[in-house]
């Protein structure tokens, strides 16, 4: 799965499928519902080294409040993990 990175915008974290986009995009959305200043999105795949690392790092770096869930894509069975800092 091609990937490319930035801490700015979960559109920039998504992997190039189609089928996961929208489901990704809709999940993050509804958790950032109701936080100001959501930042610093991130996702990894569970189980693919380079997603967890960068995702690690990207938590690290952010400030002020944060929410980190995992979530099951129910159709594949794949596990991502989901998150943002908010506050400022």
């Known amino acids: 799965m ?3 990175r930035s801490t700015h915008s979960i559109s920039n974290w998504l992997p190039r499928e189609p089928v996961l986009n929208p489901w990704i995009d809709q999940n993050m959305r509804r958790l950032q519902s109701g936080y100001d200043n959501a930042d610093n999105e991130r996702l990894a795949e569970i189980g693919h080294v380079e997603d967890e690392r960068e ?3 990207t938590l690290a770096a952010g400030c ?3 929410v980190d ?3 099951r894509h129910r159709a594949s069975g794949r596990r991502f ?3 943002f800092n908010y506050g400022h």
């Open 2 to 4: 091609s990937r490319r």
């Open 69 to 71: 869930v995992e979530v």
């Open 55 to 57: 995702y690690a790092e």
């Open 64 to 66: 002020c409040g944060f």
């Open 81 to 83: 993990r989901f998150g």
